[in-house]
């Protein structure tokens, strides 16, 4: 089968590696159908978030269908569509035991994409409890997306707004950015995306939310949607890693900075201003306790239109195709904002057949 395998920052190819089979008795293998580029992929490709291990296959947002078991296994049976969980976690460690599975001591080794070859091939194999069925009449696109909205509901947990009423922006309209917008919205709150880019501007505008909006800078929208050119920011969900030092300074008293970005970015903050406003920093990344069960609902249900955020979705062989769309170009080694409407891709390593 066919393998996106990294080597070095920049250096990433399509190698022919033996099929996958069961080996353990609690073992499924995946015949994938559709697998998520994440923007840690791409930092991973361009060297800006350095954390694969070299000959490893790449990608983790994923699903399929299970081409074999294990003998133990009486969860799931070959030829049920399913979507992978790709963080296990060893459940014994105190990072697990204190609800913070994302931080599992025993990482090292399992991480799908990073540390454990992933689903950019023509197949994947796990164990019974990291493969959830998809329902008839949920698509393999949408299920795809599963992990990526899991990380944002972990996110989104973190977040104790002071009113539903809250002055709430999340900047970068990417598929974190747009989901952000739907979770927050679901929490009560009403979001304002703020994305620079004019293609990805108006491929979000369709895609929000009911009483959101989308709008190409800061000013825009404290003008036009809260009809104030001074208006309070109260959240801040930041995808880009970048704003933490412009927009620090004009936190509402009680306001929360959200940073979900892997771009390096040192910033400097007034610590007064920490203490004063009763402001809080924080991050996200990954999926915490719960969270990908939480996901997985929200997009069987319909709750949260996960398709409807797919804007490409391109065989195993044209990846580079697939990264150029975000922004990624393996060919020029350069690395920007994406120049055309794009948000979640896809890759199909098996054709993108359900």
């Keep these: ?24 008795d609690d073992d499924v293998v995946v015949d994938i159908s559709y697998c998520g580029v994440c923007g840690t992929d791409l930092g991973i490709v361009s060297g800006s978030y350095p954390v694969a291990v070299p000959g490893v296959t790449l990608g983790h947002e994923a ?22 969980n790709p963080t296990p976690y060893c459940g014994r460690c ?36 990291f493969v959830h069925r998809v329902p008839d009449d949920v698509s393999l696109r949408a ?40 979770v927050l919205s679901l929490k009560g709150l009403t979001p304002v995306l703020i994305e620079h880019s004019p293609a990805r501007l108006e491929f979000a505008r369709d895609r929000l939310p009911d009483g959101t909006a989308a709008y190409a800078s800061l000013e825009e929208a404290r003008s036009k949607y809260f009809n104030d050119p001074a208006a309070p920011i109260d959240i801040v969900v930041d995808t880009t890693s970048a704003l933490l030092e412009d927009l620090f300074p004009q ?21 007064m201003l920490l203490a004063d406003r009763s402001l809080s920093v924080i991050g996200s990344i990954d999926s915490l306790h719960g969270s990908f069960d939480e996901a997985f609902h929200l997009i069987t249900t319909g709750r949260v239109p996960a398709e409807r955020l797919v804007s490409h979705v391109v065989p195993l062989d044209e990846f580079r195709t697939g990264f150029a769309a975000l922004g990624c170009d393996v060919g020029a080694r350069r690395f920007g904002p994406a120049e055309q409407a794009s948000c979640k891709v896809l890759i199909a390593p098996g054709g993108g057949g359900e």
Excluded at 10 to 18: A, H, R
Excluded at 103 to 120: F, I, L, Q, R
């Design 143 to 182: 299920a795809a997306l599963t992990e990526p909205l899991s990380c944002v509901v972990a996110g989104a947990r973190k977040l104790q707004p002071p009113s539903l009423s809250a002055y709430t922006y999340v900047f970068g309209a990417g598929p974190l950015g747009l989901l952000y917008t739907w």
């Design 63 to 84: 699903s399929g269908i299970i081409a074999e078991t294990g003998p133990a296994v009486t969860s799931i049976a070959v030829g049920d569509r399913v979507v992978i």
């Design 251 to 271: 936190m509402a008293p009680g306001g929360t900075y959200m940073s979900i970005g892997l771009k390096e970015k040192v910033a400097s903050i007034d610590t």
């Design 1 to 24: 089968m066919k393998a996106l395998k990294y080597r070095d920052p920049w250096d990433v190819e399509l190698s022919e590696i033996p099929d996958l089979h069961v080996i353990g």
């Design 94 to 129: 105190r990072m697990c035991r204190t609800q913070r599975i994302n931080h599992c001591v025993g990482k090292h080794g399992t991480e799908s994409g990073v540390s454990y070859d992933g689903a950019y091939a023509g197949r994947y194999r796990t164990t019974s409890a």
